[in-house]
């Protein structure tokens, strides 16, 4: 990951750091990008990647989530603590979200994602690794998952969230998208907020201070 191409949890994660937590949080992403290209990409990865993929299977296909939990936390003993706690969280989400929706979902047989580029911030946003489903030919349900111990995911960064998606998914009605804060098992959608009309203005702002501080962390580095 660097600033310049990051996924949009990441960019969430970041924005929401006051300026001192966000440099060391930087500083420590530097610092693997470093040890990854010196080790020819090998190791490293992403930590929640494979319970995202099992919590997908789970939704789409019914398979059991503890049990694959289980079998993660064998292979890896560093995801004992957070492991079972986002499949006890995405579990009772899901159920309650399934629920509450009182039609089919239909797994969307496409793979959802997009960039949105930010040219004078020369920064990339990626939102791919959707949870996405069909309800009808105009309707769908897109989940995409923010993973973070901290810092929870505000209604304020949520809300900026869903509208950078719905720039970057925009063949997608805005309201059919949600963000899902695995960790504590909360989402976020239009259906709770309301576009505001400053969510660029606020993206745009902070992503710039952090991109200072980036290049500060680079600089350093040389």
């Known amino acids: 990951m660097s600033l310049e191409i990051i996924h949009l949890r990441k960019a969430?994660?970041?924005?929401?750091l006051d300026d001192d937590r966000a440099f060391s949080a930087l500083r420590r992403e530097a610092y693997e990008d470093r040890r990854r290209q010196e080790s020819s990409g090998e190791g490293g990865g992403d930590f929640f990647g494979p319970f995202w993929s099992d919590a997908k299977r789970f939704a789409i296909d019914g398979d059991d989530l503890v049990a694959a939990t289980?079998?993660?936390i064998e292979v890896h003993e560093g995801r004992a603590r957070l492991y079972p706690i986002l499949c006890e969280r995405f579990s009772d989400w899901w159920r309650?979200?399934?629920g509450a929706m009182n039609e089919p979902l239909v797994p969307l047989g496409e793979s959802v994602h997009a960039r949105l580029q930010f040219d004078d911030l020369d920064v990339t946003i990626k939102v791919d690794n959707l949870l996405s489903f069909q309800i009808d030919r105009e309707r769908h349900r897109l989940i995409y998952p923010y993973f973070s111990e901290a810092p929870p995911l505000s209604q304020r960064w949520a809300r900026i969230g869903l509208w950078v998606m719905a720039e970057a998914l925009n063949r997608f009605r805005p309201q059919d998208m949600v963000i899902l804060d695995a960790q504590r098992g909360r989402s976020f959608s239009l259906r709770e907020l309301?576009?505001?009309g400053d969510e660029e203005d606020i993206f745009m702002d902070r992503m710039a201070e952090l991109r200072v501080l980036w290049d500060n962390i680079l600089d350093e580095a040389a």
């Open 70 to 72: 289980g079998r993660r």
């Open 96 to 98: 309650r979200f399934e």
């Open 194 to 196: 309301d576009f505001r």
């Open 12 to 16: 969430l994660k970041f924005c929401m």
